[in-house]
Every structure is written in structure tokens, then in C-alpha cells.
């Protein structure tokens, strides 16, 4: 199976072509295997696809995209390779599955060889992402050409010195008429000509290059195109052409691997040229420490030095140094004086005038200037020269907004590896066999390093050092809590960043270790500060100005883990880490509770301790929002429970936290996170001794485990009925009776559930609990729908129909209209079954029930084929498995099936 990017998108099976769908679908699949083996969020899926004007349900036909990319790639032979992560879609295959990942995988290991080069070239077929428009694809397109010119040029190169000028000046001069403005095209094609015995036409052609160059862009031929020029006039053998200027970058790292959008990215900026030829083009590649900026931006500049032939500058600027070691402005433009070769005595003493003449040595030179590891703008704007053909790369911890505001920089911020990048880091590091061999470990060995280049780096060079050791026994010390950083040698990387704050963004750093979550909201950071909103996010705004902290969009930021622990180690009162532990707990209880009551208006909440000064409720009024705030806090919440349970002073929040929880895990059928909460509830109540909490938590977890661990459930049902009936808990047992007789059905005993149903009515009666007695009518009716007793099943449900409108609740009553929806299926009553589905429908979506909506969209469609609709069965289906995909249920393939059928 091959999937194809360069040229018309294509998925090939066995080399024959299948259809992979409309452009829409094909824009979709194209970003998955551009970014292959890295996690694409959804909002850059949606961003690099529909752009600035999306359709108003684009999130919808992106999981249909999705779905059907999947079952493209299965046809072809690859099932299961779109994999749904936690942050978004990654397309899991090979690098030789894609012809751009085999087109790099080949050039990486040409070494000159013309075979392999040619073999790379004739991977394109024409334009890259053909048909295909957008930024994005443009973007994508302009790096993809930018990289065949590349290997044309190594291609030519490597046959001229095997003596082979079979079809070279001919490949050359489709290139130099498709590049007009490409220097390093003209110069190999001058070489080539001239090696071929045309030095006449090489003359011509050095002509019509200038002539463009002058006419287009306003600029004269470069120092390597006009002393080339002058060897043909003298008919002088064609030799490089000595540098001019200095050499001055570092050497590039060996293993270099990935970060191909970040590449493409810096090589945009020799594209900018054209834009504005009399403006000079600026990088700033920022990220926070141990991400490897500098690596990147050297291993760049090596790529690109032969595009400046007048002098490649490099200068680390100590930004972030010991102590005061950073390099004053005198200091650096000294630096570059001399390696510009200007003697002594022509140096002024007065530092300004030493600029001025560092512009004028640089004025017309085409040159890179790298300025690496920069504090600050302030440090970085007098290096600036003046001159329209070179081109600066700054480095820099912090973001350099100004560079960008006030003088056009081009940003190019840098995170973390993916896992992919992180696996071929390690392989390509540890080359004697352990890393291969050990698949599993490795993946420990780069969740522990956080994915962090520098840190991977650190366990790559112990490994090398230490053979002996298997890879496995690397990870011991990264498991040990506390051990990571000592272990990763990372403590005095952080320590430059963090001694470099202000003391309001030193505090609230030290904070942010002290909730140790890694995402966190504005609303949070305010309420564990204790200080407004507005004050939170200008001090956030310098903690994501050093790259301490990152920005996402709705205001979320996120700590790398490493900076995260790192942060947890740093000096802080216990008072005062006590006090923002508990703003940071009250924070999300009441906000959470605000959002319960907005899913269930008819309930009342346990009354709350007020909150403390400081802590920031946020306002939550609607169900949508409150779906919304649940869904973007999940993950915290659970943390937050589970480290409320295990910190002494904290166990108060658990019940409540999970109580308000409740509602959202069950409306969405997230089962396995439910068990989590109620477990940890579980263990909080034995600790407390608290019986009622502790039947509550045991009714609960088996409720979360009934579809799934049956026999684990049963046993926690019985549980709850016994604590409820010691704590003379009427209410509580018509529940658990209830409930239990829904684990019966699932294994088909139905007479059996039918008897608990019974029970939970008689218990429910005698509690005098309309609620738990409109509950236990509808499952007194649906057990006798599947026993076949379909009249008298009806009403009861409709009893529960009833009382349940009496009650509001909507929830209750869409689930007895559903019952009777099935009753009239079954009795072959088809528009009454669909009337009476169409209605509890409308209900669990005015509640925002989805998984309840997905069961009754499935029996409608069951209603409307056997009412001879196929068409609205399939829509029906459709939706349905829609819904289930988006909520990770495999349901989603039986519902899915029938629409095959």
C-alpha cells in the first residue's frame, strides 16, 4: 500500500490506484502524511484544510473525512492506521508507505551517489499536492519544490564527478526555467555546460540570469555567479569559487532527524527575498530549553551556506548564561569585525561607530547571520545590518515579539519531538541493535524524557557511553520519582530560564509546580495565585515570553513536564503551598458544581463552603457551556480527584468533585473514567467511614462497570444494597435493585431483571421517591418488552412518562418514551414507534445526552426499515455511528454494520 503526495494525491494498492475520495477528503489525508507519525490536532486539521471560511458543520465532516479515509486505507490494505490519540489524528505507517517519507529516507543516505538521488527524484510526478489550494497547501508545495531543487542540484553534482553527463544539462535547464531567480541553479548549470564543452552557451546564459535578476528584483548576480562568469570570459577551468567572507558555523550534529515543517518553514524565508527585495528577511526560532533551536537553526544554515557565498556569521550571544556572561553589544560587533577581516586600526572606539561599520562591510554581501541563544531584542536589533541580501536567524528562549512587530520577523516557534521524531532520535543515536530490539522500552525511555530533544540527547550519549547497559535498565533512574532531573542533567538548563524572571513571574511559576498540573486555564492560574484574571495573564504572558509556559487557544496554558517537575522542586512556604492547593480545588469544585446544576436545573446541590478570596468561578449558564467547560477540564478534574484522595487536608473535595462529575460521564458513556472517579470515592469513604458515600461509590462504579467487567459488578451491587439496607436507606436500595436488574439484561437473564424491577418498585413506593418511582416503572415496562408483554408493558412506561413530566426531568422521560417507542416496534406499529422515537430524540438532545441519543437514533432507523424507509434508516445510522466514533464506543461498527447490510 503506497500513499502518494507528490504530485495528484493518490492510495495505491498493489500499484493500482483506489479512489481515496472528493478534495476535500484528499486535503485531509494529505495533512495526515505530510505530518505521518505525529499527532494532528483537530483545530489544525480543520485550520490547514477549510482555512479562514469553514462550512458551519466542519467539525462534522471532518469525522466523516476521517471514517472514510479509514476504511480507503483498509481497502488498501492498511486497517487501523488513522489513529485517534488524545490530541488529535496521526496517520501511523512507514516511511517507505509515503513517497515523501521515501523520498527523504533516500537523499538522507545518497552520500553522493547519483543512483540513489535519481532514484528520489523520480518520486515527484509533477506538482506536489496537485489540486490542492489553501495556505497551507501552497506552503507545503513551495518546501516540496524547494527540497527536489535541492536533490536535482546534489543529483547533477554527484553525476558531473562520476563523469556522467547523460541528461544532467537538460535536467538543469527545466529546473533554471522553472527557478529563474535560483543562483545556486544558474551556477550548477553554468558548471555543467561549460564541463560539456558549451561555454558559449554558458556565457548566454549567464546573461539572461542577470538580466532577470536586474529587471525582476533589482539585484545584480551574486560573488559566486559573477566570478564564475569571469573564469568562462578567461576560459579558465570552472573551480568552486573560494569564499569571500567567513565561515563561521558551528558543525552540524550528527543524527539529525525530522522537524520537516520547521525546515520548510526557515526555507520560506529565502523566498521572502522576491517579496520585498530591498527588505532583509529575519528568523526567530524560539521554543523553551532543551528543545534544540540551536541544532535546528545550525543544521539549517549548513543546508543553505552554499546560497551565501560572501560569508556565513555565527555568534553565541550568552542570553541565558551564567550569571551576567551574556555579550554586550560591543562585545559581539568586535566579534564580527574581525571575522570579517578588518584589521585593527580601522576600528573605531566609540561602539555606535563600530556598527556603522560593521553595516558598511556587510552592505551588498550576500550572507547568513546566525545569532544564537539571544536574552532579548534589545541585544539582538544592533546586530541587524543593513543589507537586503543577507539574511539573519536568531535563536532565543523568549518569543522576540518586537522582531516581529516592529521589523517583519519570521517565527518559527519549535516544541517538543512527536513520538515518531522521538523513536528515530534514539534509533538513530543507539545504532548497535539494544534500541531496536527493544521497541517497548524505547517508548518508556521517550515518555520519560518527556520527548524533549536535550533530554533524549542526554539518555542517547549514556547509552553510547555505557553498552553494557540494555536499554530498559536506562529507564530505572527516570522512573525513580524526584531522580529525573539530576538524571537527565536538566536542573541548570532550567535554572538559567528561571533566574532570569521578575519576581511576579518567579512567584507564579513556583505556583504552577506547587498544582503540578500541565494544563491549566486562566481562571485556574488565577485562583491558585489568589490574584484577578487580568493580573494573572500579563504575568503568563512572560512566563510564555522565556518559553516556561505555552499558550494555547481559550486560554490554556500548558508546562512541559520536565519544566513542570522542575517547578515543583523550587523553594515555597507550606502555607502559602496549601493555600493555593486549596484555591486550585475550590476553583474547579464550584465551577463544576455551576456546571452540574446546568445540566440538571431540577436538582438541588449539597450546600458548599464558601469559596476563599482569590478563587475564580467561572460562569457557567447554559448546557452547552457546560458541556464544553466538562469537556476541556476532564482530564484535570481526574487528576484532581485522585490527588485530592491521596494529600491529607485535600479528601473533602473528592465527593463532591465526583458527585458533580457524575452527570456528563454518564450522559456520554464514559464508563471507564467513571469507574476511576467512583473507585477513588470508594477508597475515601472506607477512609472516612462513611457507609452512605460508600454505597453511593459501590452503586456507582458497578453502574460504570456493568457493559464491560459483569462479575465485578454484580458483586458491587450487592455491596450497595447491603450498605444501604444498614443505613436504612429506602431510596438507595430501590436504585441499586433497579440497576442490578439492567446487569441481568445485559447477560439475557430477563425474568431475573424483571424480579430486581419489581423489587425497585416496591422499595420505591414504600421510600415515597417520585423519582426513584418513575425510574422503576419504566424498567418494570421495558423488562416486560423484551419477556414479549408488550401491552401491559406500556403502561408502565407510560405511568413513568407522567410522572417524569410532573418531575422536569427530561432525561427520565425521553428514556420511558424510547420503552414505548420499542413497544410499538415491536408490535409492527411502525409511525407510532417513530413518533414516539422522534420525541425522546429531541429530548436527550435538549439534555446533551449523547450516547442515549445515539441508542435511540439506532432503534429508528430499526423502525424505519421496517417501515420500508431505507434511505431515512441509513441517515439515521449514520448519525448515530457518528456520535459513538466521536465517543470512542465500539458500538459504532455494529451500528455501522447494519447500514452495510
Same mark, same amino acid.
Given at each position: ?684 469513604? =472506607? !477512609? &472516612? %467511614?462513611?457507609? +452512605?458515600? #460508600? *454505597?453511593? $461509590? ?5 453502574? @460504570? ?99 417524569? =413530566? !410532573? &418531575? %422536569?426531568?427530561? +432525561?427520565? #422521560? *425521553?428514556? $420511558? ?5 420499542? @413497544? ?78
Amino acid at each position: 500500500m503506497e500513499v502518494r503526495i507528490l504530485g495528484p494525491i493518490e492510495v495505491r494498492s498493489s500499484g493500482n490506484p483506489i479512489d481515496a475520495g472528493p478534495s476535500r477528503q484528499l486535503a485531509v489525508l494529505a495533512v495526515l502524511a505530510v505530518e505521518a507519525g505525529r499527532t494532528v490536532s483537530p483545530d489544525a486539521l480543520l485550520d490547514r484544510v477549510w482555512g479562514d471560511n469553514p462550512p458551519r458543520r466542519v467539525r462534522h465532516n471532518l469525522h466523516v473525512y476521517i471514517s472514510r479515509i479509514r476504511q480507503v486505507l483498509a481497502a488498501a490494505g492498511a486497517p487501523g492506521t488513522v489513529v485517534r490519540g488524545p490530541g488529535g489524528y496521526s496517520l501511523d505507517l512507514p516511511a517507505e508507505a509515503i513517497d515523501a517519507g521515501r523520498f527523504r529516507d533516500l537523499v538522507s543516505r545518497a552520500d553522493g551517489s547519483p543512483d540513489l538521488l535519481g532514484e528520489a527524484l523520480e518520486l515527484f510526478r509533477g506538482e506536489p499536492l496537485a489540486g490542492l489550494t489553501g495556505e497551507w497547501a501552497a506552503r507545503e508545495r513551495e518546501a516540496w519544490q524547494r527540497r527536489y531543487v535541492e536533490a536535482s542540484l546534489q543529483w547533477a553534482a554527484a553525476k558531473q564527478q562520476a563523469g556522467d553527463m547523460s541528461g544532467v544539462v537538460e535536467s538543469l535547464l527545466r529546473l533554471s526555467a522553472a527557478h529563474p531567480y535560483d543562483e545556486a541553479v544558474a551556477a550548477r548549470l553554468l558548471r555543467v555546460l561549460n564541463a560539456s564543452g558549451q561555454r558559449a552557451r554558458a556565457l548566454d546564459h549567464y546573461q539572461v540570469v542577470r538580466t532577470t535578476l536586474a529587471e525582476e528584483l533589482g539585484t545584480e548576480p551574486g560573488a559566486e555567479l559573477r566570478q564564475l562568469h569571469q573564469q568562462l570570459l578567461r576560459d579558465e577551468p570552472a573551480a568552486p569559487a573560494p569564499r569571500r567572507g567567513p565561515a563561521l558555523l558551528p558543525p552540524d550534529a550528527y543524527g539529525f532527524i525530522g522537524r520537516e515543517p520547521h525546515l520548510a518553514r526557515l526555507d520560506e524565508t529565502l523566498t521572502r527575498v522576491a517579496d520585498q527585495p530591498t527588505a532583509m528577511p529575519i528568523c526567530v526560532v524560539t521554543g523553551p530549553p532543551g528543545v534544540g533551536k540551536t541544532t535546528l537553526a545550525v543544521h539549517w544554515a549548513h543546508r543553505v551556506r552554499d546560497r551565501f557565498p560572501d560569508g556565513q556569521l555565527y555568534l553565541d550571544l550568552r542570553g541565558f548564561g551564567p550569571g551576567s556572561s551574556a555579550l554586550t553589544t560591543g562585545q559581539a560587533v568586535r566579534r564580527f569585525l574581525d571575522a570579517l577581516g578588518v584589521a585593527s586600526r580601522r576600528v573605531p572606539a566609540d561602539v555606535d561607530a563600530q556598527l556603522d561599520l560593521y553595516r558598511s562591510e556587510m552592505a551588498g554581501r550576500r550572507a547568513l547571520v546566525l545569532l544564537d541563544n539571544a536574552h532579548d531584542v534589545e541585544q539582538v536589533r544592533p546586530l541587524l545590518p543593513g543589507s537586503s541580501g543577507t539574511v539573519v536567524v536568531v535563536t532565543s528562549r523568549r518569543r522576540l515579539t518586537g522582531l516581529v512587530a516592529a521589523d517583519g520577523a519570521w517565527p518559527v516557534p519549535v516544541d517538543v519531538f512527536s513520538d515518531a521524531e522521538s523513536r528515530q532520535f534514539l534509533l538513530r543515536r543507539i545504532d548497535d541493535g539494544r534500541a531496536d530490539a527493544d521497541p517497548v522500552a524505547v517508548a518508556e525511555l521517550t515518555a520519560r524524557c518527556g520527548r524533549l530533544p536535550l533530554a533524549l540527547a542526554m539518555v542517547a550519549a549514556r547509552a553510547v557511553l555505557e553498552p553494557s547497559f540494555s536499554i530498559a535498565e536506562l529507564t530505572t533512574d527516570l522512573a525513580r520519582p524526584g531522580e529525573r532531573l539530576d538524571a537527565l542533567d536538566l536542573r541548570s538548563v532550567f535554572a538559567r530560564s528561571y533566574a532570569a524572571l521578575d519576581p511576579a513571574a518567579a512567584r507564579l511559576f513556583t505556583l504552577l509546580g506547587a498544582w503540578s498540573e500541565p494544563e491549566i486555564t486562566l481562571a485556574a492560574v488565577a485562583s491558585v495565585a489568589g490574584e484577578p484574571e487580568a493580573e494573572a495573564r500579563r504575568t503568563l504572558g512572560r512566563l510564555g515570553e522565556a518559553h516556561l509556559v505555552a499558550e494555547r487557544p481559550r486560554s490554556r496554558w500548558v508546562l512541559h513536564d520536565l519544566l513542570l517537575e522542575y517547578a515543583g522542586e523550587l523553594p515555597l512556604a507550606d502555607e502559602d503551598r496549601r493555600a493555593a492547593l486549596h484555591r486550585g480545588f475550590q476553583h474547579l469544585l464550584h465551577t463544576a458544581v455551576a456546571a452540574d446544576l446546568a445540566l440538571n436545573p431540577h436538582i438541588e446541590p449539597a450546600p458548599l463552603v464558601p469559596a476563599r478570596a482569590g478563587v475564580v468561578v467561572e460562569p457557567i449558564a447554559t448546557k452547552n457551556e457546560a458541556f464544553d467547560w466538562f469537556n476541556r477540564e476532564l482530564t484535570g478534574l481526574l487528576t484532581a480527584i485522585e490527588r485530592g484522595e491521596r494529600t491529607p487536608g485535600f479528601t473533602e473535595y473528592v465527593p463532591p468533585l465526583a458527585e458533580a462529575l457524575c452527570t456528563f460521564l454518564h450522559r456520554n458513556g464514559y464508563w471507564t473514567e467513571q469507574a476511576r472517579v467512583q473507585m477513588a470515592v470508594l477508597r475515601t469513604a =472506607r !477512609r &472516612l %467511614g462513611e457507609p +452512605a458515600l #460508600e *454505597a453511593r $461509590a459501590h452503586l456507582r462504579l458497578a453502574h @460504570a462497570l456493568t457493559t464491560g467487567r459483569d462479575g465485578e459488578a454484580e458483586e458491587h451491587y450487592l455491596a450497595a444494597i447491603d450498605l444501604y439496607r444498614g443505613c436504612g436507606d429506602i431510596d438507595g436500595q430501590a436504585q441499586a435493585h433497579r440497576h442490578l436488574g439492567w446487569l441481568y439484561e445485559t447477560r439475557e437473564r430477563y425474568a431475573e431483571a424483571l424480579d430486581q424491577a419489581e423489587r425497585a418498585l416496591e422499595l420505591a413506593s414504600a421510600a415515597g421517591s417520585d423519582r426513584s418511582l418513575a425510574e422503576a416503572l419504566n424498567s418494570v415496562g421495558w423488562h416486560n418488552l423484551l419477556l414479549g408483554r408488550l401491552s401491559g408493558a406500556v403502561d408502565f412506561c407510560e405511568r413513568a412518562v407522567e410522572l417524569h =413530566r !410532573r &418531575l %422536569g426531568s427530561r +432525561a427520565g #422521560e *425521553a428514556a $420511558a418514551l424510547d420503552s414505548i417507542g420499542f @413497544a410499538y416496534h415491536r408490535q409492527g406499529r411502525q409511525p407510532d414507534a417513530i413518533r414516539y422515537y422522534e420525541q425522546s430524540l429531541a429530548l436527550f438532545r435538549a439534555v446533551g445526552a449523547r450516547l442515549d441519543e445515539a441508542e435511540v437514533l439506532d432503534h429508528l432507523g430499526d423502525a424505519h426499515v421496517a417501515a420500508g424507509s431505507t434511505e431515512a434508516a441509513r441517515a439515521a445510522w449514520r448519525e448515530a455511528a457518528t456520535i459513538l466514533d466521536s465517543l470512542g464506543q465500539d458500538w459504532a461498527e455494529v451500528v455501522r454494520a447494519k447500514i452495510t447490510d
